[in-house]
């Protein structure tokens, strides 16, 4: 069976928790042909990832390198200004048949794209008309929320290298597998329009609610996120739509994927796993109290929370340390600056270190008494469920599946509460007792839940069933026709 997998920022040009599924997943299905999709930033990127043998071929999808050439709107073979206002409307009407009017569109822009017209489309002058037009005639929410010519240009730029996948030529296999919703469901759905492949989905984390956290802190201007959170919205719903069989790492993802349409028969929760065998138990403990931590130096990951929530332990525990293992995605280097100046500004800069990527992930567990997790969102984490297979108690937020795989094993706080999460680490660095008996737990939790081998043997099973019925191509669907209605989405209105 030749399966195509799709990814956006993560495997094999990328590490993190989702790439490392993503090889297991591979290696331990060796009687399965894979093609790779994998959507990056320029196109320049170099694999991070030794491929094993049964990855057939790797296809580079850049979003932000030079457009393909091609007409604009309204030439011959070019994309009718008609389409492209309804591609518009879609995402600022708020009325229930706009999902579907945005499903009829994206196909057709598909076709057009397979010719190579529409990035130049949706960057032509024409296009930001259309948007400044549709702009007007809907009332802003505020006065300073009122769109202005900018606002149309970076709304039309960010809405072209999106769909850059669409101009890609659609993978061939008997299935697509794309690792993660949003725009790594493109070419799941290119292929599915133009040959009848069937489609699943995997969410680690929930992509549009990262979508959200990330645009917050966005450089652009509100009507430019209304818009293209809008799109992200509309696509997340179709790739829950279109997908035959969707499988979240934790129950909590069902929540948002249910809330987006998805059918609560079609998705089934399956947890990460690690291999037994690479995290065996941990014996004996650091001499000097210490907190470990594992991760790419994000944002998302909320490294600036866990500094200062040791900035507390360190006053009341002055032998107390803090190592950070991990390095900043490309691009993000900053975000790690910024978390060195805040361990001086503390005050703590000499009893945190920031250690980088370490060879053997197992050392980094050794490296302390307990393992922290501060991320404001997460999937089902490695890092948690790898520190409760060597046996280390953890001290996690509440996000995502974090409950689910800790149980009663660990200590979990709200996410970004310096103050809470100080008080778990000092439960657990001063009761020795507590700590050990909650890591031997953890470790038999893990064992008995959340092993490589459930996961290998839930996808055979997914594949097998996904991959019998292949229906052929579709018809192109018709545009609903009517006027547009509404504004922005509800729940981005009342930001």
Not at 45 to 61: H, I, S, T
């Amino acid at each position: 069976m030749k399966i195509a997998m799709t990814t956006e920022g993560t495997y094999p040009y990328g590490f993190g928790g989702v790439s490392v599924w993503c090889d297991q997943l591979i290696r331990g299905m060796p009687g399965y042909d894979f093609r790779l999709a994998a959507i990056v930033a320029t196109g320049t990127e170099r694999l991070v990832w030794p491929l094993p043998g049964n990855v057939e071929a790797v296809d580079k999808l850049p979003l932000w390198s030079t457009a393909p050439a091609g007409a604009a709107i309204g030439r011959r073979n070019g994309v009718p200004a008609v389409l492209l206002r309804e591609l518009i409307d879609s995402l600022l009407d708020s009325s229930p048949e706009a999902q579907a009017r945005f499903t009829g569109v994206l196909r057709e822009l598909f076709e057009f794209a397979q010719r190579g017209h529409l990035s130049a489309a949706l960057g032509s002058d024409k296009a930001v008309q259309l948007l400044s037009e549709a702009w007007q005639e809907r009332p802003p929410i505020s006065r300073r929320a009122t769109p202005t010519l900018h606002d149309a240009v970076s709304a039309m730029q960010l809405l072209d290298h999106s769909l850059r996948p669409l101009s890609c030529p659609p993978p061939r296999a008997d299935l697509t597998h794309a690792v993660t919703n949003g725009l790594a469901a493109l070419p799941a759905l290119a292929a599915k329009w133009r040959y009848g492949t069937p489609m699943i989905i995997t969410e680690h984390g929930v992509y549009l609610r990262e979508q959200y956290l990330q645009n917050h802190k966005s450089p652009y201007r509100w009507p430019v996120k209304a818009f293209h959170l809008s799109f992200m919205r509309r696509l997340c719903a179709l790739g829950y739509n279109e997908a035959g069989a969707i499988t979240p790492g934790n129950i909590y993802n069902r929540r948002w994927e249910e809330r987006l349409g998805a059918e609560p028969a079609r998705i089934r929760t399956v947890y990460n796993g690690v291999d037994p065998a690479d995290f065996p138990a941990l014996w004996g403990e650091p001499d000097a109290p210490t907190i470990s931590w594992v991760g790419r130096v994000d944002p998302i990951k909320d490294v600036e929370t866990l500094v200062r929530a040791f900035a507390v332990v360190h006053e009341e525990m002055p032998a107390a340390r803090l190592r950070l293992f991990g390095s900043p995605p490309k691009g993000r280097e900053s975000y790690l600056e910024h978390c060195q100046a805040l361990t001086a500004d503390l005050g703590i800069a000499g009893p945190v270190t920031f250690e980088g990527r370490v060879e053997n992930i197992r050392d980094a567990y050794d490296a302390g008494q307990i393992v922290a997790l501060s991320s404001v969102s997460e999937g089902f984490p490695y890092s948690l469920i790898e520190a409760m297979t060597c046996g280390r108690a953890c001290v996690a937020t509440d996000v995502g599946g974090v409950t689910e795989a800790v149980g009663d094993t660990g200590l979990v706080v709200p996410p970004r509460s310096p103050k809470r999460m100080a008080g778990a680490f000092l439960t657990l660095l001063q009761n020795d007792d507590l700590r050990h008996r909650l890591g031997a737990a953890a470790r038999t939790r893990a064992l008995e839940n959340f092993t490589v081998h459930g996961a290998i043997s839930a996808f055979h099973e997914i594949y097998g069933s996904a991959g019998a019925a292949r229906p052929g191509p579709g018809a192109p669907i018709a545009l609903p026709t009517g006027e547009p209605s509404g504004d922005l989405l509800p729940w981005e209105a009342a930001r």
